[in-house]
T-cell receptor, first 114, second 114 residues
């Protein structure tokens, strides 16, 4: 039972470097989400996707890009990393029907930008 | 003001105590409410799901919604050290293209001491 898998689990970047975080789900879910979690700020939505080939901005999209080329994968890109992007990133997915608000989360990616 | 507010704690209780975790919300259109549990260095997982007003019980856990006062509560009876985690309340948006997107409280960190 893989569920939602995030890679990598940890990463350290230097300011200005780029990287891509990968989220893969094996539950055939239509909706996928990227969040960041910071102390005192809770979970904040970065971008989300309601289906293959579609993406939309969430609460804090600046500095991030996303792509959903395949239904099972949702990629989060940082083109030029900044220290303010140091955070824990979570991916989540949910089916189109069967309980609005029930999301399944990955284990997270801890990113430090120096 | 965030649409879902939650006291971040931390909250420390002795084993066996009754725990009360609370959130308030400002959007009267919210119809569903969730409690997610997040263990240290893990992703959130759905704990309880309630609709509208009233109580929902699941073992030692009871979720309560008071729509008149816009108050959400989670009670844990006979708390155990294994209940030590961060508890996040959440409500899904129910309008437009953001339907289903979750608004999270900041989370309350609970520690149950043996």
């Amino acid at each position: 039972n893989a569920g939602v898998t995030q890679t990598p689990k940890f990463r350290v970047l230097k300011t200005g470097q780029s990287m891509t975080l990968l989220c893969a789900q094996d539950m055939n879910h239509e909706y996928m989400y990227w969040y960041r979690q910071d102390p005192g700020m809770g979970l904040r939505l970065i971008h989300y996707s309601v289906g293959e080939g579609t993406t939309a901005k969430g609460e804090v999209p600046d500095g991030y890009n996303v792509s959903r080329l395949k239904k099972q994968n949702f990629l989060l890109g940082l083109e030029s990393a900044a220290p303010s992007q140091t955070s824990v990133y979570f991916c989540a997915s949910r089916p189109r029907t069967g309980g609005i608000g029930i999301q399944y989360f990955g284990a997270g990616t801890r990113l430090s930008v120096l | 003001q965030k649409e879902v507010e939650q006291d971040p704690g931390p909250l420390s209780v002795p084993e066996g105590a009754i725990v009360s975790l609370n959130c308030t919300y400002s959007n009267s259109a919210f119809q569903y409410f969730m409690w997610y549990r997040q263990y240290s260095r893990k992703g959130p997982e759905l704990l309880m799901y309630t609709y509208s007003s009233g109580n929902k019980e699941d073992g030692r856990f009871t979720a309560q919604v008071d729509k008149s006062s816009k108050y959400i509560s989670l009670f844990i009876r006979d708390s155990q050290p294994s209940d030590s985690a961060t508890y996040l309340c959440a409500a899904p948006m129910n309008y437009g293209g953001s339907q289903g997107n979750l608004i999270f409280g900041k989370g309350t960190k609970l520690s149950v001491k043996p």
